[in-house]
């Protein structure tokens, strides 16, 4: 009720109802993770102590899954990186005490997107990093993907382009062996703008067109937009007048065509009150 009444104040639905539902997607891996080590535990004939053990378990990821909510609601709702980091830290704590190496990398990547979002981009660096080897550990290629890219944005912020091209290409090497044409294509973009940040415009353009055609595999027409204008931009710097009319008019059409398919605010104010209950 409490996350209920701050979204609606703050009116920021979609972007909490994308990280609760992926904090929900998390703790479903999770419990599979730990129906695994049940299963491990009684063939080592160690159910006895998994019972009794597993009951404490459950409610201590019970209470860590809710110091994450209460951190997402302080860190996207309310703007309040240091009540959010105390959150996401007493949940890094309980995970850790579980030996769950999952919730545990998810913690890490809370507070380096809450120093991230502070503008302490090397702090949010180190936190990212300390998440990669529990995501290895767990056999989480998304957490580890998703680590990888956001490493690569930060990286590209701080002007490492090298850096921040190895840890875009580890990234879309996962999200393509995993059949995530969104996320590939969203890492394609963070390439081609580490590109266009060196001045490497060729391999720019070369990198958005792979983007494009991952959005279009997606049916994501706002992806496929933005990196419309990101070629056109290109285009722009190369001087080359026609091509970059060419793509901004692509991009503009798209832009009338996803206002026509957009819900009215008052449609999509019922349809987040909706998902918020659920």
Do not use: C
Not at 99 to 126: Q, T
Not at 253 to 266: D, F, G, N, V
């Amino acid at each position: 009720q409490v996350l209920r009444e701050t979204a609606y104040a703050a009116g920021h639905y979609a972007e909490a109802l994308a990280e609760l539902r992926a904090a929900k997607e998390r703790s479903a891996r999770r419990a599979r993770g730990a129906r695994r080590s049940y299963e491990a535990a009684h063939l080592n004939r160690l159910t006895a102590d998994w019972t009794v053990t597993g009951t404490g378990a459950r409610e201590a990821s019970a209470a860590a899954d809710e110091q994450v909510v209460i951190g997402l609601v302080h860190h996207l709702l309310k703007r309040e990186p240091l009540k959010a980091r105390e959150h996401f830290d007493k949940a890094l704590q309980i995970w850790q005490s579980l030996g769950d190496r999952p919730g545990e990398a998810e913690s890490l990547n809370n507070i380096a997107r809450v120093y991230e979002s502070s503008g302490e981009r090397e702090r949010a660096l180190d936190y990212y990093k300390r998440s990669l080897q529990p995501w290895v550990d767990a056999r989480d290629r998304y957490g580890e993907a998703w680590t990888l890219f956001n490493m690569g944005r930060v990286y590209s912020f701080l002007k490492d382009s090298t850096k921040a091209l190895d840890h875009f290409q580890r990234a879309l090497k996962l999200w393509q062996d995993l059949g995530d044409h969104s996320r590939e294509a969203a890492t394609l973009n963070g390439i081609g703008d580490t590109y266009f940040s060196i001045n490497d415009y060729q391999n720019a353009l070369s990198t958005y067109r792979r983007a494009r055609a991952q959005w279009q595999a997606a049916g994501d027409l706002n992806g496929e937009r933005s990196t419309l204008y990101a070629i056109s931009r290109t285009y722009a710097v190369l001087q080359d007048k026609t091509k970059e009319e060419e793509y901004k008019q692509l991009a503009d059409a798209l832009s009338l065509k996803i206002q026509q398919i957009r819900p009215t605010p008052e449609a999509q104010a019922k349809s987040d009150k909706v998902r918020l209950a659920e």
